[in-house]
C-alpha cells in the first residue's frame, strides 16, 4: 500500500530531535502498551506482518500525529478483535461479556525469559534456488500492490547489485494477508545514491535494502 | 473508567492513551489473556537487562579480538550468541563495519525495525518521520545533524532494515585507546555509534 508510513525520500518533516538521556519508556502507559502487544501477540493469533500492516491501516494524519505505542495500542486492538479473541463490544465497555470464559494467559511471566531468548524466526529451512547471485545487477519491480509489502517505493523501477544472499524467508506481502509463508530468498540490493535520488547525490554513496526475491527482476 | 452508563457520547473510546491501555489491559486481565506479571518482566526486561550495553561488549570484544571480529563479520548472529544475546528482534544479525573510508548508518524507512538484543528498544527520534525519510537521500545532512560532519571522500553505506535482517554498526575503535581494556573500552560505545549516527569518542582523560 502506497502509505504514509513509507516514508524513504520525503524531505519535509524536519530535523531530527535526538532527546538527551532519553527512559526508555516515557510514561507508564507505554511500557504497559509495548508489554501488552507481546503478551497478546503470544497467542500467536496474528502475524507481525500483519500487525505491522493493521498499524499502515491507520488514516494517515493519524498515523503521524499519534504516539508511537498508540499506534501499537489502535492495532494490537484491532488484531484483538478480528481474532475472536474479545469482541468489539468488550473493546469499547472495557470489560468481559457475561458470557465470557476464562483464559489461561498464553505468556505468563515465567515464560517471558524464554519467549525473548527464542525469538521468532522469519527464516526458513527449505532448499530453494535463489533466482539471483550476488554481484547479478538486478532491477525492483515497480508493483504497487494495495496490502502490506516491504518494498519501499523510493526503489521501485531502481537498478542495483545483489550484494549478498541472506537466505530463505517467509513473504511479507503474503503473509501479512494470511496467503501463506511463500518462503523465497532474500537479499541486500545495493543501490548507489545516483540511481535512486539523480546526479546531485554523491557519487560514492549508496542504499542497501533487503528484497525478496518476488520484488526482483533481471536487467 | 467509571463502569457503564447509557450517554450517547460515540467516544466509547477514551482518547487519552494512557486510559485507553489501562482499559485495555483491564479487559485483557479479566478474560485471562494475559498476565499483568508477564508485563512487569517485560517491561523490566527492557528497562534494565537489555541494552545497547549488550551491543557494547561486543563491539569492545571485536576491538580486541581479530578473530572474533571476522567471525562477527562473517555471521553477526552466531557471534553475538558467543557473547550470550540474541533471540527477539536480534534473530537474524548482520554486522556492517565502519573503517575510515566507509561509514555505515542503520535506518527502518517503513516502520521501526532495530537490533533489539544488542540495542534495546529505540530512541523516539529513530522511530521519528524526520529520520526515516531522510537518512537514505540526505544520511550525510543527518549526521551534520548529529554533529558528524564526513568528508567528501568517505564513502557512506545506508542500510534499509527492510526484512528481518537487523543491523549493527561496529565503529571504529577511537586512537589513544591502545590500553584499555575489553570492558574499558566497552564503556566507550554509545548506542548511536552502534546506529551509526556517532563516532565512538575517547571523553578527556579516558584514554591510557
Known amino acids: ?59 494517515p494524519a493519524d498515523y503521524l500525529s499519534m504516539r508511537y505505542y498508540e499506534k501499537w495500542v489502535a492495532a494490537v486492538s484491532e488484531k484483538l478483535v478480528e481474532s475472536g479473541l474479545i469482541t468489539r463490544a468488550e473493546l469499547d465497555g472495557g470489560r468481559p461479556a457475561k458470557d465470557s470464559v476464562k483464559a489461561i494467559p498464553a505468556l505468563t511471566a515465567d515464560k517471558v525469559p524464554g519467549m525473548l531468548r527464542s525469538g521468532a524466526h522469519a527464516s526458513r529451512d527449505v532448499k530453494i534456488a535463489p533466482r539471483f547471485q550476488a554481484g547479478q545487477r538486478v532491477r525492483a519491480r515497480n508493483i504497487n500492490p494495495p496490502g502490506h509489502t516491504r518494498l519501499p517505493r523510493y526503489a521501485r523501477g531502481k537498478t542495483g547489485v545483489v550484494d549478498r544472499d541472506h537466505g530463505v524467508y517467509v513473504f511479507p506481502d503474503t503473509v501479512a494477508h494470511g496467503r501463506g509463508e511463500n518462503p523465497q530468498h532474500v537479499y541486500s540490493v545495493r543501490f548507489t545514491a545516483r540511481e535512486l535520488w539523480g546526479d546531485a547525490a554523491s557519487p560514492r554513496d549508496s542504499v542497501y535494502i533487503d528484497l525478496w526475491d518476488d520484488y526482483l527482476e533481471p536487467v | 473508567m467509571s463502569g457503564h452508563d447509557h450517554s450517547h457520547d460515540h467516544q466509547a473510546v477514551p482518547s487519552d492513551p494512557a486510559l485507553r491501555v489501562k482499559a485495555l489491559e483491564s479487559l485483557l486481565t479479566e478474560k485471562g489473556l494475559v498476565d499483568p506479571k508477564a508485563l512487569d518482566a517485560l517491561i523490566d526486561t527492557y528497562e534494565t537487562k537489555v541494552g545497547p550495553r549488550n551491543g557494547a561488549q561486543v563491539v569492545a570484544r571485536a576491538w580486541v579480538d581479530p578473530s572474533y571480529k571476522a567471525r562477527l563479520l562473517a555471521d553477526g548472529t552466531s557471534a553475538i550468541a558467543e557473547v550470550g544475546y540474541g533471540g527477539a528482534q536480534g534473530e537474524h544479525m548482520v554486522v556492517v563495519e565502519n573503517t575510515p573510508q566507509v561509514h555505515n548508518l542503520i535506518v527502518c524507512t517503513l516502520c521501526s525495525c532495530y537490533p533489539w538484543s544488542v540495542l534495546g528498544l529505540p530512541p523516539v527520534w529513530y522511530k521519528s518521520a524526520p529520520y526515516r525519510s531522510r537518512a537514505v537521500i540526505d544520511p550525510r545532512g543527518i549526521l551534520r545533524e548529529f554533529g558528524l560532519d564526513l568528508a567528501e571522500g568517505v564513502e557512506v ?50 584514554a591510557a
Open chain 1, 1 to 59: 500500500m502506497n502509505g504514509v508510513h513509507d516514508m524513504g525520500g520525503m524531505q519535509d518533516f524536519g530535523p531530527v530531535e535526538p532527546e538527551q538521556h532519553e527512559p526508555v519508556f516515557h510514561a507508564p502507559w507505554e511500557g504497559r502498551a509495548f508489554a501488552l502487544n507481546l503478551a497478546a501477540g503470544a497467542w500467536r493469533k496474528w502475524s507481525l506482518d500483519a500487525l505491522r500492516h493493521q498499524i499502515e491501516l491507520l488514516p
Open chain 2, 157 to 206: 553505506r545506508v542500510w534499509d532494515s527492510t526484512a528481518e535482517l537487523r543491523y549493527l554498526v561496529l565503529p571504529e575503535r577511537p586512537a589513544g585507546t591502545e590500553a584499555l581494556d575489553e570492558a574499558a573500552l566497552a564503556a566507550l560505545v554509545t548506542r548511536d555509534a552502534m546506529i551509526g549516527t556517532a563516532k565512538v569518542c575517547v571523553p578527556a582523560g579516558a
